[in-house]
């Protein structure tokens, strides 16, 4: 509607006067008014130097969307933008760049030459992920471990603590990322108290992880629980920094 | 004690009632729950007397000997074991080794120093690959029908045979002089082998003799119980999906099924119907108490309040309650209810209690209790016996590291547990104890942990 309109105007102003001045609407008698005294006289003044703007909308596409470029120039005689040649003095034009492109318009009047430009960004698909999530589905082991970290526990304690939220936020982060991924949640305590026992506050704090995983988006189903008590230790000193080393939730890729 | 403490100043006046008080208040309040409830082990009469000669060799056989040996040893350490006896030295015995009734002059054994008030005597032989074994129980006081007991035994001629032998022989006079409690002789132990990285189920003999693997599973298997029938072994096992309950039969020697469900399933403990298995399952997310039938089905949920709900143990002589081990309100403590999930009681009134066993009478709990448990704090888990209908309790334990998973013998007069002196849990190894935490000693080597003893 609107391209046809300016099609129109342009028409008109291209157009004798007499045809303008025909016209009874008072917004073309206005703008007739003034474009007779600047046309007619126009090859006279060779003095007025060309003017030019050139808009892109939208300025960030994807690839394969397209773009409407559109121009204005005045006191112009020629107009060429780069890439598509020639133009017409004032248009539009829908262009579907495949990289991201400098449109640069050069508007050549009797008064010199201006130039103006507009750059449209254009976001390529990001070619480096694609062929990892095809080839390593899981992610690698190493990627994994850095970005799903085990969640440390207190004492007799299967409450997550607040140290727990950026793991668990991290880690929800990571396996949405990567949807193919199944984790097993082991829980595991320290060698102290009862091994029965144990291997039940191991499920609660598993459980617990899981839990938070769950909430933070990430679907049970792809999530195991296994406890492990205090079967399987990570490390058997008799110190504080080692049963704390043994109080945890681990996660690890569930092949 | 503190009975005398608390009636003695009525009787004397108010200086010694407020001294008195002020010692009351100084006390500890540790020391106010014990004392003054009798176990099995220290009811009825006072010990028997008994002397127990060395059986007669009663062939030439060159196995005689060793066998023999074997037999005299296993029921000198059965009738010392029963704990209801006053064992004569054998020092102490007359120079003759009586082998028949004809052989014997009760009077001799009557008077001092051997001054028995019974006497076990027999012979033992060996022919043609059997034995056979007489023995006799006499009354020295009774010169006139001295008798007692009389039985005889053919057997293959084996070390384990001459063993069993002794163990059925000392049941019998245990059974006759205890006032009806049968003998725990011919009782099994079941227990946890840790090898290498693998635990495996062992059976043993009461006296930890014949020690033997059951399970080959290559996995980590704890928590062994034996059926009441003792047919079956119920277990906890971890495999692909964590642990889950396990069954061997001891009557096919080979896994049978029990039906798995999701989550961690751990601690079985049979109904004394041995119908019934309540375990803790973790299905609905948290670690509740589940009582299912002896193939896993008909499950249904018996605790549900949020934390580790687990070890539950039925009431052997009813079967319509079950203790058990609940983190609800913080660290784990005892509690009891009935087998539908009411009345539920909690036993304990601090600290860290786990691994109960419930007495053959119905009467007393055994568990493991860390009173002063805590980051830092010195306490030590010890073996206690709680009686129910008073909720006091005796500490049979002390200073000897860390003791877990007591088990009552079928007769109510022992405590089989598992101790590690240095708190490493590869060097736990099992204990056995009289009820009132007398006669302490070893049955296993380190390496073993979890015992269960058999119901009969």
């Given at each position: 509607m609107s391209a046809r309109q300016s099609r129109i105007s342009k028409t008109l102003a291209l157009a004798t006067t007499f045809v303008a001045l025909a016209m009874v609407t008072g917004c073309h008698k206005k703008a007739s008014g003034v474009d007779p005294n600047a046309l007619g006289p126009a090859p006279a003044p060779a003095a007025a130097a060309p003017t030019a703007t050139i808009t892109a909308d939208p300025v960030a596409i994807d690839q394969g969307q397209s773009v409407v470029l559109n121009w204005r120039s005045q006191n112009a005689s020629a107009v060429s933008i780069d890439g598509i040649g020639d133009v017409n003095l004032n248009g539009t034009q829908t262009v579907s760049p495949s990289n991201s492109t400098n449109f640069h318009l050069v508007a050549k009047g009797d008064g010199g030459v201006t130039e103006a430009n507009v750059r449209v960004t254009v976001r390529v698909p990001v070619a480096p992920t694609a062929p990892p999530t095809v080839a390593a589905d899981m992610g690698s082991e190493a990627a994994f471990h850095q970005n799903v970290q085990d969640i440390f526990f207190d004492y007799d304690s299967y409450d997550l603590r607040p140290d727990a939220s950026t793991s668990v936020t991290q880690a929800a982060s990571y396996l949405a990322a990567h949807p193919s991924i199944k984790v097993i949640i082991g829980g595991y305590c320290d060698d102290r108290g009862s091994a029965e026992y144990n291997l039940a506050l191991g499920e609660n704090r598993a459980n617990s992880a899981r839990a938070a995983l769950v909430s933070a988006g990430v679907s049970a189903n792809r999530l195991r629980v296994i406890s492990y008590g205090k079967e399987k230790q990570f490390c058997t000193d008799e110190t504080e920094s080692c049963w704390q080393q043994n109080r945890r939730a681990q996660f690890s890729l569930d092949r | 004690m503190h009975s005398e403490q608390r009636s003695s100043p009525i009787r004397n006046g108010q200086r010694f009632c407020f001294a008195a008080l002020l010692l009351l208040l100084a006390?500890?309040?540790?020391?106010?729950?014990?004392?003054?409830f009798h176990t099995e082990t220290s009811t009825g009469v006072s010990n028997v007397r008994i002397a127990v000669a060395d059986f007669k060799a009663a062939s030439s056989d060159p196995q005689t000997d060793t066998l023999k040996r074997t037999f005299d040893t296993t029921l000198f350490a059965d009738l010392g074991n029963a704990g209801i006896f006053d064992i004569v030295s054998k020092s102490l015995l007359p120079q003759t080794t009586p082998g028949t009734p004809a052989d014997i002059k009760v009077q001799d054994w009557a008077v001092?120093?051997?001054?028995?008030a019974m006497v076990a005597f027999g012979n033992f032989g060996v022919q043609a690959g059997k034995i056979t074994c007489n023995g006799f129980l006499f009354d020295a006081k009774n010169v006139q029908y001295p008798q007692v007991l009389a039985k005889q035994y053919n057997e293959d001629a084996s070390d384990d045979s001459a063993r069993q032998i002794a163990h059925r022989f000392a049941d019998e006079i245990i059974f006759r002089l205890s006032g009806g409690s049968q003998g725990i002789a011919e009782s099994k132990i079941y227990y946890v082998k840790i090898t290498g990285a693998d635990k495996e189920i062992w059976e043993m003999d009461y006296d930890g003799a014949n020690q033997r693997p059951?399970?080959?599973?290559g996995t980590v298997s704890l928590s062994p119980r034996i059926s009441p029938d003792s047919s079956r072994l119920a277990f906890a096992s971890l495999g692909h999906d964590g642990f889950q309950i396990r069954m061997f039969s001891l009557v096919l020697n080979r896994m049978v099924n029990f039906t798995g469900t999701g989550g961690t399933n751990i601690t079985p403990a049979w109904a004394p119907n041995g119908k019934d298995i309540a375990y803790s399952s973790s299905r609905s997310g948290d670690p509740e108490i589940w009582v299912s039938d002896a193939n896993g089905a008909l499950a249904r949920r018996i605790t549900s309040f949020r934390g580790p709900d687990v070890s539950p143990v039925y009431n052997p002589r009813t079967g319509s309650q079950i203790a058990w081990i609940s983190g609800r309100t913080g660290l784990p403590q005892l509690y009891i209810m009935d087998t539908d999930g009411s009345a539920i009681q909690r036993m304990t009134d601090g600290g860290y209690a786990t691994s109960v066993s419930w007495s053959p009478n119905g009467q007393f709990l055994a568990f493991a209790w860390d009173?002063?448990?805590?980051?830092?704090?010195p306490g030590g888990q010890d073996i206690y016996i709680m009686e129910i209908a008073s909720k006091r309790w005796i500490q049979l334990t002390h200073d000897g590291g860390r003791c877990d998973f007591p088990s009552w013998s079928p007769d109510g007069r022992h405590i089989v547990y598992a101790n590690t002196a240095d708190g490493k849990a590869s060097h736990m190894k099992i204990m056995t104890m009289l009820a009132d935490g007398t006669q302490k000693r070893a049955l296993?080597?380190?390496?073993?942990?979890?015992p269960n003893w058999s119901w009969k």
């Open positions: - | 006390c500890p309040v540790t020391l106010r729950a014990q004392e003054g001092a120093p051997t001054s028995a059951l399970t080959h599973l009173r002063k448990y805590g980051p830092g704090a296993t080597g380190p390496g073993a942990d979890m």
